[in-house]
């Protein structure tokens, strides 16, 4: 399952720290605000919003920050009215796009969404065009720490995982979409660090891509990346390790 989380690796590697760091606080704020709005503002109780903390926590947003947001979503405080809408569409080479955002203006997200696709040869489809494509999973981030594989294997099967990858310095745990949080919550009952919890769209049938389409794909995920709105991009583009140090390199 680790090829579609490939754009995860890259993204960082290609990120300028303080310019990175300012759009993901603000896609933080924007899923505290929602998920604070859908479930209530007691973390015990709402696992999303657990989640959300868990995210900011480990992306060193100011307590206060957080504390605001949360107050926001709850009707504390007056701010923007976010909600979610998402996207899909095509790239080069028939590449399939899912793309998930937090809006205030659904009408400028999509014009801008269709700019952006555009540019790169893409287009945006109807509602289900690729949908379609994608099965819903869990992912859990777990730190690995002192953690050997066996450890956090064993605790995921138990928890009620399907599987588990390594992906850098984190063990990727995959869940059925319907159990992400009890097994997160099951992960941290048992002395692991969550790293974040969050649902994710894998591919059924990944595209196997290179050269010019595979560049003008990364383009698209970067330039869909860099907009305040976007959550989330996936895509069924596979690209191969070498494609991809080839392609970061240059």
């Given at each position: 399952?680790?090829?579609?989380?490939?754009?995860?690796?890259?993204?960082?590697?290609?990120?300028?720290?303080?310019?990175?760091?300012?759009?993901?606080?603000?896609?933080?704020i924007?899923?505290?605000v929602?998920?604070?709005?859908?479930?209530?503002?007691?973390?015990?109780?709402?696992?999303?919003?657990?989640?959300?903390?868990?995210?900011a926590?480990?992306?060193?947003?100011?307590?206060d920050?957080?504390?605001?947001?949360?107050?926001?979503?709850?009707?504390?405080?007056?701010?923007?009215?976010?909600?979610?809408?998402?996207?899909?569409?095509?790239?080069?080479?028939?590449?399939?796009?899912f793309?998930?955002t937090?809006?205030?203006?659904?009408?400028?997200?999509?014009?801008?969404?269709?700019?952006?696709?555009?540019?790169?040869?893409?287009?945006?489809g109807?509602?289900?065009?690729?949908a379609?494509?994608?099965?819903?999973?869990?992912?859990?981030?777990?730190?690995?720490?002192?953690?050997e594989?066996?450890?956090?294997?064993?605790?995921?099967?138990?928890?009620?995982?399907?599987?588990?990858?390594?992906?850098?310095d984190?063990?990727?745990?995959?869940?059925?979409?319907?159990?992400?949080?009890?097994?997160?919550?099951?992960?941290?009952k048992?002395g692991f660090?969550?790293?974040?919890?969050?649902?994710?769209?894998?591919?059924?049938?990944p595209?196997?891509?290179?050269?010019?389409?595979?560049?003008?794909?990364?383009?698209?995920?970067?330039?869909l990346?860099?907009?305040?709105?976007?959550?989330?991009?996936?895509?069924?583009?596979?690209?191969?390790?070498?494609?991809?140090?080839?392609?970061?390199?240059?």
């Amino acid at each position: 399952m680790s090829g579609h989380n490939k754009w995860s690796t890259i993204k960082h590697k290609k990120a300028k720290a303080d310019a990175a760091r300012g759009k993901l606080f603000t896609r933080l704020i924007r899923e505290l605000v929602v998920s604070t709005r859908e479930g209530g503002k007691d973390p015990d109780g709402n696992a999303r919003l657990r989640s959300a903390i868990n995210a900011a926590r480990n992306a060193n947003m100011p307590n206060d920050t957080v504390d605001r947001a949360i107050k926001r979503g709850a009707g504390e405080l007056e701010g923007a009215t976010y909600e979610e809408v998402t996207y899909e569409g095509y790239g080069p080479g028939g590449v399939a796009f899912f793309i998930e955002t937090t809006t205030d203006n659904r009408n400028r997200t999509v014009a801008e969404l269709r700019h952006l696709l555009s540019k790169r040869g893409g287009n945006l489809g109807t509602d289900g065009s690729v949908a379609w494509m994608f099965e819903r999973k869990g992912l859990v981030e777990v730190k690995k720490g002192e953690h050997e594989f066996e450890a956090i294997f064993e605790a995921a099967l138990e928890a009620g995982a399907a599987d588990v990858e390594i992906g850098g310095d984190i063990w990727e745990v995959y869940t059925e979409f319907t159990d992400l949080h009890g097994v997160s919550d099951a992960l941290e009952k048992a002395g692991f660090e969550i790293n974040e919890s969050k649902p994710v769209r894998i591919p059924d049938t990944p595209m196997a891509i290179d050269g010019q389409v595979a560049e003008q794909t990364l383009a698209i995920m970067e330039l869909l990346d860099e907009h305040d709105d976007v959550s989330n991009v996936f895509t069924n583009a596979d690209i191969s390790d070498e494609e991809m140090e080839r392609l970061s390199a240059s």
